[in-house]
């Protein structure tokens, strides 16, 4: 069980501070004017459409939307620049965006490049499950569905695969950190290892 891993002290303290705040986060996404959504790059999405906010992508803060958006999203940006000093330090591949799946949506099967990382879903807007149709992720031969103010964790190693079959937009923040597990001496590795990969050219990034 993670609370009982000592390795993931730091990391179950920051989710427990982002739980607290998941209100305000909302209440920022929701009353947020023109926001940047951008359709998903990578074909992911077979069925409908997935779209993200994002602020961090492939391990580089967007300056311009981190910028844009100091003000209407000030308590999200806090949250984000801490785990930026910490949890997820020059972290490659890692992204820090609000991620949108539309109405009638599946995302095909795929993994992450390695378990290098694992990712958080901060539920923000989860489609009314009354009617009978719900948003839910399968992670390996698990499927679970989100929980307000519950934060889900991941490792998007594993092949994985989302489905909306509600009418409402499923929103989630998605965070990438380091994997508690690795040492310092570790991480630098894997580091080196994303910089020989994009600079040979033997090898595409993904």
């Known amino acids: 069980h993670l609370m009982k891993d000592p390795k993931f002290g730091v990391l179950m303290k920051f989710v427990d501070r982002l739980q607290s705040a998941s209100e305000e986060i909302r209440h920022e996404f929701i009353g947020a ?23 961090v992508r492939n391990g580089r803060k967007l300056a311009h939307m981190w ?10 940006l806090a949250l984000l620049e801490r785990m930026r ?19 009638k949506s599946h ?14 879903h901060l539920p923000i807007i989860l489609p009314n499950t009354k009617s009978g149709h719900s948003a839910r992720i ?15 964790i991941i490792d998007d190693s594993f092949d994985h695969e989302v489905w909306n079959d509600s009418d409402e937009e499923r929103v989630v ?27 040979s050219r033997w090898w595409s990034s993904t």
Do not use: Y
């Open 85 to 103: 000093e910490s949890l997820a330090k020059d972290l490659p591949k890692g992204s820090m965006e609000f991620s949108v799946l539309s109405p």
């Open 67 to 76: 910028d844009d958006s100091k003000h209407s999203f000030s308590v999200t």
């Open 173 to 199: 923040l998605l965070l990438d950190v380091w994997h508690p597990h690795l040492t310092d001496a570790h991480r630098e590795e894997v580091r080196n290892h994303f910089r020989f990969q994009a600079s």
């Open 107 to 120: 995302l095909r099967p795929h993994c992450g490049p390695s378990n290098h990382r694992l990712r958080l």
């Open 138 to 152: 399968r992670v390996g031969d698990e499927v679970r569905e989100w929980r307000m103010g519950q934060v889900l």
């Open 33 to 55: 004017a023109n926001k940047r959504l951008v359709r998903d790059n990578e074909n992911i999405a077979d069925v409908g459409n997935w779209r993200q906010l994002s602020f």
